[in-house]
């Protein structure tokens, strides 16, 4: 990846990053583990509807949410029937905040 493909992709992390709705999925995907009981979800993963209800979003507004963050390479989906779960793409936050760290 070229130095100004870099900064354009960093440039959509940030952009994402500016939502609180946003920040608070990620958190919630970073926090994905097997010993939260979870009855649809793998360990590393939310599902859509999880997000939804913990944040008292619509399905539809998910969705917007998480087109964003995918588009910035930070959340990954994979469809399951009628069901989306997304996964945190770790690596890329911390690219952002080693950019930052630069500052």
């Known amino acids: 990846m ?11 992390v940030f ?8 920040r608070e ?3 919630l995907l970073s926090e994905a583990t097997p010993e939260q009981g ?5 360990a590393d993963e939310v599902c859509a509807c999880k997000l939804s ?3 008292g979003l619509s399905p539809s507004t998910i969705s917007h949410h998480m087109s964003v963050l995918r588009s910035a390479g930070l959340v990954d989906g994979r469809k399951d029937g009628l069901w989306t779960y997304y996964t945190l ?3 890329v936050l911390e690219q952002a905040a080693e950019e930052i760290r630069h500052f």
């Open 89 to 91: 793409h770790r690596e």
């Open 53 to 55: 209800d913990h944040l």
């Open 25 to 27: 999925i990620l958190r």
């Open 2 to 12: 070229t130095r100004t493909e870099t900064r354009a992709q960093l440039n959509e």
């Open 15 to 22: 952009k994402a990053l500016a939502s609180e709705h946003r």
């Open 38 to 42: 979870k009855t649809c979800c793998l």
